[in-house]
């Protein structure tokens, strides 16, 4: 044997040796994790179960019990939220799958700790199993853990659909009438000025929607058009959508739309905040569109165009001071009220994203202890953030700047300030 032939023999020897260590450790630290996650899915069933054992004593009773109950589920949510700079709303479903998991799983809680399985395979199961009826659940569980176990969590979703289908005792169509109930559209914003809207319908008419896009789309290729599929399909939606357009306008003029052309056909109510310089066409410093985020000047100005009612709000390029609100709106709030959601944003309760136009302004002093109507005393909070402030062990106090001092009834301190200048 050469010694090339040897060196190279002995850095695949080395290679395997390496790459069984990093296997193993991997291997290891996922079932760390695994066995952390059944922790902590034991650990938010106990609060769940822990805050409703005490809804009568910390809610006060002016509520009526059920919702007295949800408060003290709610407040209890939004401490453990406060404490891991989590969204609220991800620890209460966290919290509805761990008590899922806890109490009607207990053979999935007992593999995730062994880690014999992942918290993704345990969320597929608990996800499943949530719109299965109690008749029906053992025999789905015993049926769907064995294969968790030994396969990946994308298969076992495809197998999991199947076996819930199979043992459902339900009939298909009635789930379906009920699950009609949850269509909705879903915007969530995306980076560089893109955003994603998700539309939650029935089968037929989200395939009825692909396939009118398609052709659009195809019918605009084969004319031509040099965007790519994927673009067609996209602008193929946004001009469906906002002009109308349709397959059948398309075999007669086949050329799609580009999106600043259907953006001209956006008549929105807006709130833009502009620098100043970018107003006056000698910067690109960003616009800031309310409820997404920065968007490039030429896009808020051909917005600015468009909209009926339009809030402009000029800042100071160098401090993001705010130097003036326009009045040409529809319906003009009150100064103040306006002052306050434009220093908040969104809600000041941590963590909470709603954006401020949907919160109430809520006295941080109440009016009725002798607090003041003023920008130094007013703070946006959404409704539930609004209500959960005045359960017993919860404490707020506004300081100066319109900084929020938050008390959470286990005596933690959390700290918010006003929405930063976006520039």
């Given at each position: 044997?050469t010694?090339?032939?040897?060196s190279?023999?002995?850095?695949?020897?080395?290679?395997?040796?390496?790459?069984?260590?990093?296997s193993?450790?991997?291997?290891?630290i996922?079932?760390?994790q695994a066995?952390?996650?059944?922790?902590?899915?034991?650990?938010?069933?106990?609060?769940?179960?822990?805050?409703?054992?005490?809804?009568?004593?910390?809610?006060?009773?002016v509520y009526?019990?059920?919702?007295?109950?949800?408060?003290?589920?709610?407040?209890t949510?939004?401490?453990?939220?406060?404490?891991?700079r989590?969204?609220?709303?991800?620890?209460?479903r966290a919290?509805?799958?761990?008590?899922?998991?806890?109490?009607?799983?207990?053979?999935?809680?007992a593999?995730?700790?062994?880690?014999?399985?992942s918290?993704?395979?345990?969320?597929?199961?608990?996800?499943?199993?949530?719109?299965?009826?109690?008749?029906?659940?053992?025999a789905?569980?015993?049926?769907?853990?064995p294969?968790?176990?030994?396969?990946?969590?994308?298969n076992?979703?495809?197998?999991?659909?199947?076996?819930?289908?199979?043992?459902?005792?339900?009939?298909?169509?009635?789930?379906?009438?009920?699950?009609?109930?949850?269509?909705?559209?879903?915007?969530?914003?995306?980076?560089?000025?893109?955003?994603?809207v998700?539309?939650?319908?029935?089968?037929p008419?989200?395939?009825?929607v692909?396939?009118?896009?398609?052709?659009?789309?195809?019918?605009?290729?084969?004319?031509?058009d040099?965007?790519t599929?994927m673009?067609?399909?996209?602008?193929?939606?946004?001009?469906?959508?906002?002009?109308?357009?349709t397959p059948?306008?398309?075999m007669?003029s086949?050329v799609?739309p580009?999106?600043?052309?259907?953006q001209e056909?956006?008549?929105p109510?807006?709130?833009?905040?502009?620098?100043?310089?970018?107003?006056a066409?000698?910067?690109?410093?960003?616009?800031?569109l309310d409820g997404?985020?920065?968007?490039d000047?030429e896009?808020?100005a051909?917005?600015?165009v468009?909209a009926?009612s339009?809030?402009r709000?000029?800042?100071?390029?160098?401090t993001?001071?705010?130097?003036?609100?326009g009045?040409n709106q529809?319906?003009v709030?009150?100064?103040?009220?306006?002052?306050?959601?434009?220093?908040?944003g969104?809600c000041?309760?941590?963590?909470?994203g709603?954006r401020?136009?949907?919160?109430?302004?809520d006295?941080?002093?109440a009016?009725?202890d002798?607090g003041?109507?003023?920008?130094?005393?007013?703070?946006?909070?959404?409704r539930?953030?609004?209500?959960?402030?005045?359960?017993?062990g919860?404490n707020l106090?506004?300081?100066?700047?319109g900084?929020?001092e938050?008390?959470?009834?286990?005596?933690?301190?959390?700290?918010?300030?006003?929405?930063p200048a976006?520039f």
């Amino acid at each position: 044997m050469t010694e090339s032939t040897t060196s190279a023999v002995r850095a695949g020897d080395d290679y395997v040796a390496q790459l069984a260590e990093f296997s193993d450790e991997y291997a290891d630290i996922c079932r760390q994790q695994a066995v952390l996650a059944a922790r902590a899915a034991r650990l938010l069933a106990r609060s769940a179960a822990y805050a409703d054992a005490l809804a009568d004593s910390v809610v006060p009773a002016v509520y009526p019990p059920a919702e007295r109950q949800a408060l003290s589920r709610r407040s209890t949510c939004a401490a453990l939220a406060m404490a891991t700079r989590t969204p609220e709303q991800t620890v209460q479903r966290a919290t509805n799958d761990a008590e899922r998991l806890v109490n009607e799983a207990p053979a999935v809680l007992a593999s995730l700790e062994a880690g014999r399985i992942s918290a993704r395979h345990a969320q597929t199961i608990t996800d499943q199993l949530s719109d299965v009826p109690t008749a029906g659940r053992a025999a789905f569980l015993a049926a769907v853990l064995p294969v968790a176990e030994e396969t990946t969590n994308a298969n076992l979703r495809k197998r999991a659909r199947a076996l819930r289908e199979r043992l459902h005792p339900e009939s298909i169509t009635a789930r379906a009438v009920r699950s009609e109930a949850d269509r909705r559209v879903e915007f969530e914003p995306a980076a560089d000025g893109m955003a994603w809207v998700h539309l939650f319908t029935t089968a037929p008419i989200a395939q009825g929607v692909i396939e009118r896009v398609e052709a659009a789309a195809s019918e605009s290729r084969a004319a031509g058009d040099t965007r790519t599929c994927m673009q067609l399909q996209a602008d193929a939606l946004a001009a469906l959508a906002l002009t109308g357009v349709t397959p059948e306008d398309v075999m007669a003029s086949p050329v799609l739309p580009h999106p600043i052309e259907v953006q001209e056909h956006i008549t929105p109510t807006v709130q833009i905040t502009v620098p100043a310089l970018s107003l006056a066409g000698v910067s690109d410093a960003p616009a800031t569109l309310d409820g997404y985020g920065p968007i490039d000047p030429e896009t808020a100005a051909r917005l600015a165009v468009n909209a009926p009612s339009l809030t402009r709000i000029l800042v100071q390029p160098e401090t993001g001071a705010v130097l003036s609100v326009g009045r040409n709106q529809y319906r003009v709030p009150a100064d103040l009220q306006r002052a306050v959601r434009l220093r908040d944003g969104t809600c000041r309760a941590p963590g909470c994203g709603r954006r401020a136009r949907a919160c109430d302004l809520d006295h941080s002093v109440a009016w009725d202890d002798g607090g003041t109507t003023d920008v130094g005393n007013l703070a946006c909070l959404c409704r539930h953030h609004h209500r959960m402030k005045h359960l017993p062990g919860w404490n707020l106090e506004h300081g100066p700047g319109g900084v929020l001092e938050w008390t959470t009834p286990d005596g933690k301190h959390h700290r918010t300030e006003p929405d930063p200048a976006p520039f």
